[in-house]
């Protein structure tokens, strides 16, 4: 097939191919710093196809499943949005085929793996995340400084780029100080990214759902003593991502911020756009599906090829029988891929970039033998512990049929108000397990919702349990260094395949800080219990009691949904993203760090892509 245009003069300094947390976060910076750039999107714009409702076409519901916090889960299953992946977590079939997650088919097609939700759409996955942003601890961007030698790699120049980031919203004590130069929070308060908490007062007015924060919060103490348990009660307050929290590693109840603006998805779709409106030079291309590097032959890089058309890659549900318009677009300066953990390898190999045994094996040229790329594959182990409640459903459900124009949706509307101005998350707790090193490594929250990890329909399940409280335990600073991205073909079409070779490294300690978070917030529903308030623990189940069973149903039903370190800095890149072996080429995304940072990846990437920007104009 021949690209549409042979010219192969530039048409702008700066190619980015994706538009998620890293790509639509680099891609803004630059057209602001007045640069000439072209954004590529193999997807289309979410706010314009998400209508209807995911769970049912035919119907109008969920008239956007974009905007509205609550409908986090629909989004990632929206025809319109999503990617699936269905991905390995072990060689071995006998131990795959032991999560009930695990589809060997869906509708006829052969799938082979667990449903890894991804997004395929303007803004990347910030288009259907659960908008959490929480700060990685300071240890994280520590190991990458020792790791490059390169100070500005330190937590107080990364924090930098964290207070350049965001707006925060929820502290209007701290932001009127900050005006009069007392900062001790060291928050950011004019940048692009809105943090907000959401109105709690649906959840105040829930007797029952009030009862069970207060006693949640009490029982999380693991001391008896009152007044420990007091300073616990007022932990509640304190906020994730202040700096002196991160830099001391504390541990403790928290509550979640989320990047909403007056209670709104606020993402990288809704940065792109403004900055658009703004700055001309920024040019978006839609349903560009990048099919390789174009170097020359000096192995710089000078554009990419693509091939544009609506639904081309085939980890839509439906993806299109055409076969796209091949083009090529030239950029005088670089090129930036921030297509993510698993597209940033698959386009590097693509391009001849990768373990030279892959590309021979699929004829492709090798351009630069680089083993790393696609190695190194990391997550987090997540695991949900159900409870069923012993009443019908959470007040805060009331008159909530998650669906246009019900009562929840007005009120919504109106103020922000309500369960669908929230993400479901009413409590969460930093948690230092007994092989934890230097930061906390587990992350426990309340859910009021049936939540057992990804498989098609989850979002279905989660709205139709309304009397559920699930405690997610979540796994931080994974030691399994183990996972693979490899191609499956030559065609770009086509997904790669994807193994996470779970607890193959590291897997004892994993297992035994999953297995304490599971003993830790059991501790916490026994109070609850007590007070005739659970009917049952659906999972992992009230028989399932002993370290033994405890570990064995980790291993059959962990999942994760932060897949990372694929194109590793200090392997793959160098310290400022550069791809070894090539010029004029980095990386910026989830794929880039050496190790899985913090609990919430998304934050992460935003402070690396700020970084990135600031790199990159540097050079210039």
């Known amino acids: 097939m021949n690209a549409q245009n042979s010219d192969t003069s530039p048409t702008c300094e700066y190619v980015v191919v994706g538009s998620g947390a890293g790509g639509g976060t680099v891609a803004a910076r630059l057209a602001e710093a007045g640069c000439s750039v072209v954004l ?17 076409p035919a119907s109008n519901r969920l008239p956007d499943s974009y905007d509205v916090p609550a409908f986090h889960g629909f989004a990632s299953e929206n025809e319109a949005l999503k990617w699936d992946f269905f991905v390995r977590h072990y060689s071995d ?8 997650k695990y589809y060997k088919e869906l509708d006829g097609k052969p799938v082979d793996g667990v449903l890894y939700p991804r997004a395929g759409t303007l803004g990347g ?91 949640c919060i009490l029982a999380s103490c693991d ?21 002196h929290l991160t830099s001391n590693h504390e ?12 209670h709104v998805r606020f993402g990288t779709r809704d940065r792109l756009v403004e900055t658009r409106s703004k700055h001309p030079n920024l040019r978006i291309v839609l349903n560009a599906l990048a099919t390789r590097v174009l170097l020359d032959e000096n192995n710089r890089a000078v554009g990419v090829e693509y091939l544009h058309g609506e639904r081309l890659f085939r980890a839509y549900s439906k993806p299109s029988q055409e076969s796209g318009e091949l083009r090529r677009i030239y950029a005088s300066r670089e090129v930036i891929l921030a297509g993510g953990a698993f597209n940033s390898p698959q386009l590097l190999m693509l391009s001849g970039i990768g373990p030279r045994d892959v590309l021979e094996k699929f004829g492709i040229p090798v351009r630069v033998d680089l083993p790393g790329v696609g190695r190194n594959l990391q997550d987090r182990y997540e695991v949900g512990v159900v409870n069923r409640m012993k009443f019908k459903a959470w007040h805060i459900y009331k008159d909530a049929g998650f669906c246009k124009n019900d009562l929840q949706y007005r009120q919504w509307q109106a103020c922000g108000g309500g369960i669908y101005g929230s ?38 399940a989660l709205v139709q349990a309304p009397n559920c409280l699930t405690w997610v335990v ?9 996972g693979v991205v490899t191609l499956r073909s030559p065609d770009p079409r086509d997904t790669p395949e994807v193994n996470f070779n ?19 917030v059991r501790r916490i529903t026994a109070s609850l219990k007590g007070r005739d308030l659970i009917d049952k623990e659906e999972l992992p189940g009230d028989d399932v009691t002993s370290p033994e069973d405890l570990r064995a149903f980790v291993r059959n039903n962990a999942w994760g949904h932060h897949a990372s370190c694929t194109c590793a800095i200090g392997d793959v890149l160098t310290s400022d993203f550069r791809v070894r072996g090539t010029d004029a080429l980095r990386v910026v995304d989830a794929s880039v760090f050496p190790r899985i940072p913090g609990f919430f990846i998304v934050s992460a990437i935003y402070m690396i892509a700020e970084k990135a920007a600031a790199d990159i104009l540097a050079a210039r």
């Open 251 to 262: 541990v403790g109840v928290r509550l979640t911020p989320l990047t909403t603006r007056n």
């Open 125 to 215: 996955c910030t288009a259907h995340n659960a908008m959490i942003l929480i700060c990685p601890d300071s240890s994280d961007w520590d190991y990458i400084a020792q790791l490059t030698n390169d100070a500005n790699w330190q937590p107080g120049q990364m924090w930098k780029h964290f207070q350049k980031m965001e707006n925060c919203r929820y502290r209007p004590l701290h932001r009127w100080l900050a005006k009069l130069g007392f900062d001790p929070t060291k928050h950011g308060w004019k940048g692009w990214l809105h943090t907000e908490k959401a109105e709690p007062m649906a959840a105040l007015l829930d007797r029952k759902l009030r009862d069970v924060i207060l006693e």
């Open 423 to 460: 993400n479901g998350s009413v409590l969460c707790i930093f948690r230092r397990s007994p092989v934890a090193e230097t930061a906390p490594d587990l992350f426990c929250m309340a859910l009021l919702a049936d939540f057992r990890g990804y498989f098609p329909g989850y979002s279905k």
């Open 223 to 243: 001391s008896a003593n009152e007044i420990q348990r007091l300073k616990t009660l007022f932990q509640v307050l304190h906020d994730p991502n202040q700096w």
């Open 474 to 482: 979540l796994k931080g600073h994974t030691r399994n260094r183990a």
């Open 40 to 56: 590529l999107e193999a997807g289309g714009d979410p706010r314009k196809l998400s209508g209807g409702d995911p769970l049912d």
């Open 93 to 100: 079939n006998q131990q795959q085929e032991l999560d009930s």
């Open 502 to 520: 779970y607890f193959a490294e590291g897997g004892d300690s994993d297992l035994d800080a999953v297995v304490d978070g599971i003993q830790y």
